[in-house]
C-alpha cells in the first residue's frame, strides 16, 4: 500500500491501532455507569496540561496525563458526593479545564496550530517519542482493564452488590477515572481531546445494539474501535481530511448501520410471529397448499413460507 512507504503514516496506524483497543476497552465501563461524557470533561482538563507543557517547555504528554489523572481522580470524588451541586463543580471543572488551556497557549510562543492539533487531532504529527509513549499507557491501560474485569464490571453494575462482596469501591472507581485519563491521553493525537468522548462511546453503542452478552460486547466494542481506528486514519490519507472527524464519522456510519439492520431484522420476526400467531389453517393431505418433504416431517407452502406442524403450532421456515 501506498501509505505504508512513509514513517509518519505507519506511526499513524500504530496509534490509531492502540486508541482502538484501549477507548472501547474502557469505555464500555463508562457506558455501564452512564458517564458516556466523562471522557469529553476529561479531556478539557487535559488541554490544561498540553498548554502548561508548551508554556513551560515540558513534555504536553506528560503534562497532559497529570492534569487528566488529577482531573479523573476530582470528577470521582465530586460525583462520589452524590449532592445536588455535583453537577454544576463538574461543569466548573469541565469549562474551566478548556478555557485555562486556551489562555496557557495563548501566552505560549506555539499558538494556533497547536491548538488545533489537540483539540482536534493531528495524527501524521505523532514523533516516535510519542508513540512510545502512548505504547506504554496502553499496555498499562489493558492489563489494568482485562485483568480486574470482573471486579470493574461488578462495580460498574451495581455498586452496592459490589460493595456487599467486600469490593473496595471508591478505590476501583479511582482507578476506573485513572485509566479513562490515560486513555484520553493516549488518543488526542489520534482524534482529539474534544472528540476522544466519541471513540470510547460508539463502539460500545454499536455493540449494545447487537451482542447479547457483556463478553461479546466487548469483543464486539474492541473490534469496531480497531475497524474505524485504521480504516478512518487510512480515509483521511487518501480524502486529504482530518483524521479525527474521519475516524468519528465512520463509527457514526457504523452505529447506524447496525442500528437500521438490526430494527429491520426485528420487524421481519416481529411480523413473522404475527403472522403465524394469526395462522388458523389447518394444514394436512389435500388442504390445498402445496407439501413438500423435508427431513423426517412434511412441509407446507403457505403466503411464500413453509409451515410445519408441530404439536399444536406451526414452525414457519
Known amino acids: 500500500?501506498?501509505?505504508?512507504?512513509?514513517?509518519?503514516?505507519?506511526?499513524?496506524?500504530?496509534?490509531?491501532?492502540?486508541?482502538?483497543?484501549?477507548?472501547?476497552?474502557?469505555?464500555?465501563?463508562?457506558?455501564?455507569?452512564?458517564?458516556?461524557?466523562?471522557?469529553?470533561?476529561?479531556?478539557?482538563?487535559?488541554?490544561?496540561?498540553?498548554?502548561?507543557?508548551?508554556?513551560?517547555?515540558?513534555?504536553?504528554?506528560?503534562?497532559?496525563?497529570?492534569?487528566?489523572?488529577?482531573?479523573?481522580?476530582?470528577?470521582?470524588?465530586?460525583?462520589?458526593?452524590?449532592?445536588?451541586?455535583?453537577?454544576?463543580?463538574?461543569?466548573?471543572?469541565?469549562?474551566?479545564?478548556?478555557?485555562?488551556?486556551?489562555?496557557?497557549?495563548?501566552?505560549?510562543?506555539?499558538?494556533?496550530?497547536?491548538?488545533?492539533?489537540?483539540?482536534?487531532g493531528a495524527i501524521t504529527t505523532t514523533s516516535g517519542e510519542d508513540l512510545a509513549v502512548f505504547a506504554a499507557l496502553s499496555v498499562a491501560v489493558l492489563a489494568v482493564a482485562v485483568g480486574l474485569a470482573p471486579r470493574l464490571f461488578a462495580v460498574s453494575n451495581d455498586e452496592e452488590f459490589a460493595r456487599a462482596s467486600g469490593m473496595n469501591v471508591m478505590g476501583l472507581n479511582l482507578l476506573l477515572a485513572a485509566l479513562t485519563a490515560a486513555t484520553v491521553v493516549i488518543s488526542m493525537r489520534v482524534v482529539g481531546l474534544l472528540l476522544i468522548s466519541a471513540l470510547m462511546i460508539l463502539p460500545n453503542?454499536?455493540?449494545?445494539?447487537?451482542?447479547?452478552?457483556?463478553?461479546?460486547?466487548?469483543?464486539?466494542?474492541?473490534?469496531?474501535?480497531?475497524?474505524?481506528?485504521?480504516?478512518?486514519?487510512?480515509?483521511?490519507?487518501?480524502?486529504?481530511?482530518?483524521?479525527?472527524g474521519t475516524i468519528v464519522l465512520l463509527a457514526i456510519a457504523v452505529f447506524l448501520v447496525a442500528t437500521l439492520t438490526t430494527a429491520a431484522r426485528r420487524a421481519v420476526h416481529s411480523r413473522r410471529a404475527h403472522d403465524l400467531a394469526e395462522h388458523t389453517h389447518e394444514h394436512g393431505p389435500g388442504c390445498g397448499h402445496p407439501a413438500i418433504e423435508h427431513g423426517d416431517h412434511v412441509d407446507y407452502e403457505h403466503d411464500g413460507h413453509r409451515h410445519a406442524i408441530h404439536g399444536a403450532h406451526y414452525d414457519d421456515h
Open 1 to 120: 500500500m501506498e501509505l505504508l512507504q512513509y514513517d509518519f503514516m505507519i506511526r499513524a496506524l500504530v496509534a490509531s491501532l492502540m486508541v482502538g483497543l484501549t477507548a472501547p476497552m474502557v469505555g464500555i465501563y463508562l457506558v455501564q455507569r452512564r458517564l458516556a461524557l466523562i471522557g469529553d470533561g476529561i479531556g478539557h482538563v487535559a488541554l490544561t496540561g498540553v498548554a502548561l507543557g508548551f508554556l513551560t517547555g515540558t513534555a504536553p504528554v506528560g503534562a497532559a496525563l497529570v492534569c487528566a489523572v488529577l482531573g479523573a481522580g476530582a470528577i470521582e470524588l465530586i460525583r462520589a458526593r452524590g449532592r445536588a451541586s455535583a453537577d454544576v463543580a463538574l461543569a466548573v471543572m469541565f469549562y474551566g479545564g478548556i478555557a485555562g488551556g486556551v489562555v496557557l497557549i495563548g501566552l505560549s510562543a506555539d499558538r494556533p496550530a497547536n491548538l488545533t492539533a489537540y483539540l482536534f
Open 205 to 244: 453503542a454499536v455493540a449494545q445494539v447487537v451482542a447479547t452478552s457483556f463478553r461479546s460486547s466487548l469483543l464486539i466494542a474492541v473490534a469496531v474501535g480497531v475497524g474505524v481506528g485504521l480504516g478512518g486514519t487510512t480515509a483521511s490519507y487518501y480524502l486529504n481530511t482530518p483524521s479525527g
